[in-house]
């Protein structure tokens, strides 16, 4: 295995007059700080992992992988000049991230420029996406939904309250909960906003207690969480289970509302990392990087990451068409199927047809360039740290989704 160090001089030594190739240039747009700080670590964190693993398999097209990172601040309109600086000044030539929030502010700016993007959010609007520089390895929230209307279902609970806070991609969120819980016999019977960054929500949650749920549905930024879980506990001590999605898995969401609290009332879906080679090959990788456990949802920036270098390989160029065309090329079935970057690479070099499979699973995309996978419901324990407590298959969702 040949460390970075080594793999620069080796391609110092290769090049006409000893010069190093440039790098490639791949651009991170994630939020590193704000309320989805915690989803842009991940973002950051996987697709670290992958230029590790990429660098270390000899590079993309012989030339080093380098990372360029701009912070969206959680906010759209920051997200703007944080894009043009990467295209700019940076010159990159594939991006990953950002996530729903920030997607439709900086899509024009990717569009007029070319430049293929993994997209790492949940937005339904994008299950129709028809934008080629636009492709999405995370399942859509509607197939998280399901998942989480399912696994109540599942435990028992059939009278629901939905308590979010003020978001555009929350709207798109619950629809789906709500459609697949009452067609699974289920009924909702409490829609409860919150405006966040508020010093209470007493009125709000004295109104969900009142409907008499036996499980709620949940997705906030951490600070109003803490705030909400306080006066659930004022009002009825925390009787009432709380299902929640991948930003209730954050270590923020986790320490604000206290690990002790989160490891007796919430639950949160997150996207599972099948086990096997791929998942194995990202854990090693990720453990040389950091001393933490991966983030959840690293594993769909660090499959993105490594879908897009495969696919430069592939098309011999990072010329922007040709790259986006060779994306089904390294992830369609019917190929030898890889599960790290090293033996993608070796395959191309051998002239074989490859199929990458990723750490968060099969990385199939549809003709939306949407990809499916399971889901994990997780719960932390008292120590903050999540275990697994189930997996719900692709099969089931689409099955309830139907």
Request: aromatic share 6%.
């Amino acid at each position: 295995m040949l460390s970075t160090g080594v793999l620069a001089a080796a391609l110092l030594a290769a090049s006409p007059g000893g010069t190093a190739p440039a790098p490639i240039s791949v651009g991170v747009l994630a939020a590193m700080t704000g309320v989805h700080a915690d989803v842009g670590a991940a973002i950051l964190e996987g697709a670290r992992v992958a230029q590790r693993a990429i660098n270390e398999a000899g590079g993309i097209l012989g030339r080093t992988m380098e990372i360029h990172l701009a912070d969206t601040q959680s906010d759209a309109a920051d997200a703007v000049p944080a894009e043009n600086k990467l295209i700019g000044a940076n010159r990159i030539v594939v991006q990953i991230g950002p996530t729903s929030t920030e997607l439709f502010a900086v899509r024009p700016i990717i569009d007029a420029n070319r430049i293929p993007m993994v997209f790492l959010g949940g937005t339904t609007v994008f299950d129709t996406n028809e934008d080629q520089w636009i492709w999405r390895p995370n399942p859509s929230d509607s197939q998280l939904s399901v998942a989480m209307a399912l696994y109540a279902i599942k435990k028992g609970y059939r009278n629901a309250a939905l308590v979010f806070y003020t978001d555009i991609t929350n709207e798109t969120l619950k629809a789906p909960i709500v459609k697949t819980f009452q067609k699974l016999g289920g009924k909702i019977v409490a829609d409860v906003k919150l405006t966040a960054g508020q010093t209470s929500y007493r009125s709000e949650v004295e109104r969900v207690v009142s409907a008499h749920p036996d499980v709620i549905f949940t997705q906030t930024d951490p600070g109003t969480a803490a705030v909400m879980y306080a006066n659930f506990k004022e009002l009825n001590n925390l009787a009432v289970p709380l299902i929640g999605t991948d930003l209730t898995a954050g270590s923020n969401y986790i320490k604000s509302v206290t690990p002790e609290v989160a490891s007796k009332v919430l639950v949160s879906l997150v996207g599972s990392t099948p086990p096997g080679a791929a998942a194995d090959a990202f854990a090693s990788m990720y453990a040389k990087l950091y001393t933490h456990q991966p983030l959840e949802s690293s594993n769909y920036a660090y499959d993105g990451t490594i879908v897009m270098a495969l696919a430069i390989q592939k098309a011999g160029s990072t010329d922007p068409e040709k790259v986006v065309a060779s994306i089904p090329l390294v992830t369609t079935p019917g190929g030898a199927v890889v599960y790290t970057y090293r033996d993608g690479l070796a395959g191309l070099a051998a002239g074989k047809k490859i199929k990458f499979y990723g750490a968060s699973g099969p990385m199939v995309f549809d003709k939306y360039h949407n990809a499916y996978g399971p889901f994990d419901v997780v719960q932390a324990g008292t120590n903050g740290k999540l275990r697994t407590l189930v997996t719900i298959s692709a099969d089931e969702i689409q099955k309830a989704a139907q």
